[in-house]
């Protein structure tokens, strides 16, 4: 078993930036994604991780602002967020997957951190 904390989430105004961090309390391989949940709607993938960092894969509504990222000797995952918008106003959660594939839908998550609340005024 292995638990999840994020943190780096907080208020910004539109066109801002945040860095949110998924600390694992210990060393893994496995993959590791992003999701976020806005009140009302349902929880929604934003992006993923391979455990080896060398691919990732988003959903479609990042089109190129968010980075995902990873350093494994930190047992840290990131997601860079440039040009915010107000729509990006959610609860994030980082979550780990134990299968070698790279997957969007919240059942294939084994293992969630608490989430970190962003907000983005306009």
């Known amino acids: 078993q292995v638990q999840l904390v994020e943190s780096g989430g907080g208020s910004v105004q539109a066109g801002g930036s945040l860095r949110l961090s998924c600390a694992a309390s210990r060393r893994t391989t496995y993959n590791m994604g992003w999701f976020r949940q806005a009140p009302g709607k349902e929880r929604e993938f934003v992006a993923a991780?391979?455990?080896?960092?060398?691919?990732?894969y988003y959903g479609d509504f990042v089109k190129g602002r968010f980075t995902i990222s990873r350093d494994n000797a930190k047992n840290t995952t990131y997601l860079q967020m440039n040009s915010l918008k107000p729509e990006d106003t959610a609860v994030y959660y980082c979550?780990?997957?134990?299968?070698?594939?790279?997957?969007?839908?919240?059942?294939?998550?084994?293992?969630w951190g608490p989430g970190t609340q962003v907000t983005v005024s306009s």
């Open positions: 991780i391979t455990w080896a960092g060398d691919r990732t």
């Open positions: 979550a780990a997957d134990l299968s070698a594939l790279l997957r969007r839908f919240t059942g294939a998550y084994a293992y």
